[in-house]
């Protein structure tokens, strides 16, 4: 075999290596719990937004903070990569939303600002902290708040997923934080041609 076509096996052994549910996912399938997730967030411009404007679209949510010194970056340059290297019909059809959790500190112009440095077509979003949580709690993203010494005088313990909400609106995966990016693809373009 030659080298050129043996590298080319390397994402298809990666998919295999993954395992496939009953549907058809790589990922976490929460289609079984019925989730349409329900909120009114703001837009960098203050502007109320809501799930219902992006319906059409597959949407990677994914709950963090600004101050975050390692987790929240890592994940949002994994996201990048991600959209970065997704074909351009699928890139025009997903879209990723940066959702903070840090009410106190992050206005939605900070949140959105921060969610374009890594992707200019990525969205931040937040609320007050009642919206977020009650928003949280559908996804099943859970955060702590802990005071620490020092300049940034608190903290967030939170969890790292991403959650896939599909075209019509309803949340169907849950991406590991270890979840690799052909797997998430793939997942994504069956969503993306599910009628």
């Known amino acids: 075999m030659k080298r050129r076509n043996?590298?080319?096996?390397?994402?298809?052994?990666?998919?295999l290596a993954c395992?496939?549910?009953e549907r058809g996912f790589y990922n976490k399938d929460q289609t079984a719990q019925g989730i349409v997730p329900q909120a009114s967030l703001f837009g960098g411009d203050g502007n109320a937004v809501s799930f219902e404007d992006f319906r059409g679209k597959a949407l990677v949510v994914y709950f963090g903070y600004t101050n975050s010194p390692e987790m929240v970056p890592t994940a949002?340059?994994?996201?990048?990569?991600?959209?970065?290297?997704?074909?351009?019909?699928?890139a025009e059809r997903v879209q990723f939303l940066f959702i903070s959790f840090d009410s106190e500190r992050d206005t939605p112009a900070l949140s959105n600002t921060y969610a374009r440095l890594f992707n200019q077509g990525f969205t931040g979003l937040a609320a007050d902290?009642?919206?977020i949580a009650a928003l949280a709690s559908q996804f099943g993203a859970?955060?702590?708040k802990k005071s620490v010494a020092g300049s940034a005088a608190y903290h967030f313990e939170h969890s790292n997923e991403a959650y896939v909400v599909d075209p019509k609106g309803r949340l169907r995966l849950a991406l590991a934080a270890d979840a690799l990016l052909e797997p998430i693809t793939a997942d994504l373009q069956k969503l993306l041609a599910e009628k």
């Not at 043996?6 to 998919?15: D, R, S, V």
Request: hydrophobic share 40%.
């Open 19 to 21: 395992g496939v549910d």
């Open 76 to 90: 949002m340059r994994k996201y990048a990569s991600l959209i970065r290297n997704l074909r351009s019909k699928d």
């Open 6 to 15: 043996f590298l080319y096996l390397f994402p298809a052994l990666g998919l």
């Open 129 to 131: 902290a009642p919206q």
């Open 142 to 144: 859970t955060y702590t």
